[in-house]
């Protein structure tokens, strides 16, 4: 089945311990996002690309970078973790139109010690 | 610009009960719609979706939302309520001519009760 995959699905870090999270996707879409999500609130985007168009929402840290070398790959890197970047980290791939649903990977849930 | 009320952070229903879920949507231009449901430690699925065809949607696990233009709502429901139905749900909305990129809700939190 086509998918969004997410590896780690959990992972701990220390504080200031540089840390990626992976996901792949098996859909062939052009726009791939980055979500970040805390308990009991709503995702919120981080940073997507169309392509390899990067497109960075203006409130996303600048300890957050990502990278996407191919259609199906795409990484997060926290560059330097502090305990607020414990979340769930969402990677959700669409094709590019306002109708278009997107498909959500299962999560990579990081804490930060 | 768009945005999405979810009226309730938690609803509280038995089980056999009707579940409706609230989502009022403000938007310039004709939007899409969608609800999503997100099951503990898990990501976001589509349960159904708007796209200006038929106004009364239907989606999977019984689940259904009518889009209502003068009332600029897209509420979510079902008419009997099971114990796996306990989740989070997000109301988005996108603008035909705009961003690809949806707008969520705050989510609302099902919780079911034998």
């Known amino acids: 089945d086509a998918m969004v995959i997410q590896n780690p699905r959990y992972q701990v870090t220390q504080f200031g311990k540089p840390v990626t999270l992976s996901c792949s996707q098996t859909?062939?879409?052009?726009?791939m996002y980055w979500y970040q999500q805390k308990s009991s609130q709503a995702p919120k985007l981080l940073f997507h690309?169309?392509?390899?168009?990067?497109?960075n929402e203006a409130d996303t840290p600048d300890n957050f970078q990502s990278r996407r070398p191919n259609t199906s790959f795409c990484f997060l890197d926290i560059r330097s973790p502090g305990l607020g970047d414990a979340a769930m980290y969402l990677c959700?791939?669409?094709?590019?139109?306002?109708?278009?649903?997107?498909?959500f990977g299962p999560g990579t849930r990081l804490l930060v010690l | 610009a768009q945005s999405v009320t979810q009226l309730g952070s938690h609803v509280s229903v038995s089980e056999g009960a009707l579940v409706l879920l609230r989502c009022n949507y403000s938007?310039?231009?004709?939007?899409?719609l969608f609800w999503y449901v997100q099951y503990p430690n898990q990501g976001l699925q589509l349960l159904l979706k708007?796209?200006?065809?038929?106004?009364l949607v239907k989606g999977i696990n019984g689940f259904e939302a009518e889009f209502k233009k003068s009332e600029t709502s897209f509420h979510l429901t079902k008419p009997s309520a099971h114990m796996s139905d306990a989740a989070e749900y997000f109301c988005?909305?996108?603008?035909?001519?705009?961003?690809?990129?949806?707008?969520f809700g705050r989510g609302t939190s099902l919780i079911v009760h034998p």
């Open positions: 959700a791939t669409s094709g590019r139109g306002q109708e278009e649903t997107q498909y």
């Open positions: 859909l062939n879409h052009n726009v």
């Open positions: 690309y169309y392509d390899k168009d990067f497109n």
């Open positions: 938007s310039s231009v004709p939007p899409y």
């Open positions: 708007y796209t200006s065809a038929a106004t």
């Open positions: 988005a909305v996108s603008e035909s001519g705009g961003s690809y990129i949806p707008t």
